[in-house]
């Protein structure tokens, strides 16, 4: 998008459009009016914080790649919400959900790794002039990108010399494909209890942690003061800072001593910011900071990831389909072969769909998004979006590295 056709580029403005956005939508879907209560029946209201904000970025009212809020809120609000978010976490509890989490997301990885040779060797059967020569190279930063994260994508693109201007085509067809998605998966988040009551899914675990929490928040909730406020706002943003200072102590410490670690993402500093804000929210759940739950922890934590919310939103251009339909048609297939195995699966070992959602969106999404969709569930579940994306970065290089072995072998 070219900046002259952009209306507003001012952040503080765009920033403002996004509150006001969230504002309204928040507004209207506790509001009583019929109208609004049949539209938001159907319509989740999570879906529409993610949504709005597209449709200004796809039609140049604001340019979401040239805005630097997301960097802001992914860096400064994600950790901190991370860390309200699990203030209130009984983490046996979490370890108590069972293995069917990390299977669902297994099964995700493989999704991934076979549905990208699927996806190039059905719409190249019909179109192998367009999808021949080094456009195979091209998907494995996709693979990459969708089991681990950016460092990941990256490594593919050097491990299969991967043209630039191959490379921005699929950077494309990642954000487009991925955001559509989330969006599909925050839309399954909100009526979860009806296909977990079709599929006859065990929730008691999910459940039992969501009853642990709201059973602590019925006991001990009271109306906050302004010392309690600066208190979490202490805890949010002093926990923010001291996973800044340390993850720019370990990321360069460890790609000195060893760089052949970047494949798991160890290299990354946003990997760290996420696992040491998450880990040190963790911690003080038991210790006497938990208390600042009482006083709504987790209802600033989830406003903070709202407003992350927006700023993914803002990344996605739905008309940028238009400019290279064939190879968004693979990705579309690539994510339908991912999405119906999980089903799958999902269906056979009766797995809820939190499971078979935040499973997904730890391979597709990663650690900004993982916890949104999880939050979606209930905001207790977020560090599980994280637990989850964390073992993607893990995996993220060798799924890649194997995906792009198959589809160099069946490539048109």
Request: net charge neutral; hydrophobic share 55%.
């Amino acid at each position: 998008m070219q900046e002259s056709s952009v209306i507003i580029t001012n952040d503080a403005v765009v920033l403002g459009l996004m509150a006001t956005i969230l504002g309204a939508v928040f507004y209207t879907s506790h509001s009583d009016n019929r109208f609004f209560k049949a539209f938001y029946k159907y319509v989740p209201a999570l879906l529409l914080c993610y949504f709005i904000p597209s449709l200004f970025n796809s039609f140049g009212v604001i340019d979401g790649e040239g805005s630097s809020l997301y960097k802001m809120a992914s860096r400064y609000l994600l950790p901190a919400s991370l860390v309200l978010l699990t203030l209130s976490v009984d983490f046996k509890a979490i370890l108590g959900l069972g293995p069917k989490a990390l299977i669902m997301f297994l099964t995700g990885t493989l999704g991934i790794v076979i549905g990208g040779p699927i996806a190039l060797m059905s719409v190249g059967y019909f179109f192998p002039q367009e999808l021949g020569g080094d456009i195979w190279r091209g998907m494995t930063t996709i693979a990459g990108s969708w089991i681990g994260g950016g460092a990941n994508q990256a490594a593919m693109k050097e491990v299969f010399n991967v043209d630039g201007n191959i490379f921005s085509v699929m950077i494309t067809v990642d954000v487009l494909v991925a955001n559509v998605w989330m969006a599909v998966l925050l839309f399954i988040a909100s009526r979860a209890e009806f296909f977990d009551r079709k599929n006859g899914a065990d929730t008691r675990g999910i459940m039992n942690l969501r009853q642990k929490i709201e059973q602590y928040q019925a006991q001990n909730a009271r109306i906050p003061n302004l010392n309690d406020i600066m208190l979490i706002v202490a805890v949010a943003f002093g926990v923010t800072g001291l996973s800044h200072a340390l993850a720019d102590i370990i990321a360069p410490w460890i790609e000195q001593v060893a760089p052949q670690l970047a494949m798991y993402s160890l290299t990354s500093t946003f990997f760290w910011l996420v696992v040491i804000a998450t880990t040190v929210g963790l911690y003080l759940s038991t210790t006497r900071v938990r208390k600042l739950e009482a006083v709504g922890a987790s209802k600033v934590g989830s406003a903070f990831l709202y407003i992350l919310v927006a700023t993914i939103g803002m990344h996605m251009d739905v008309t940028a389909i238009f400019s290279n339909k064939l190879m968004f048609l693979v990705g579309i297939i690539w994510m339908l072969v991912h999405a119906v195995l999980l089903l799958v699966v999902a269906r056979l070992i009766k797995a809820p769909m939190f499971y078979m959602a935040v499973g997904s969106q730890a391979n597709v999404g990663g650690a900004a998004s993982a916890p949104v969709v999880a939050a979606a569930f209930h905001p207790s579940l977020a560090p599980v979006g994280v637990l989850l994306a964390v073992l993607g970065y893990g995996l993220g290089t060798y799924g890649a590295y194997i995906c792009g072995l198959i589809m160099q072998q069946v490539a048109p």
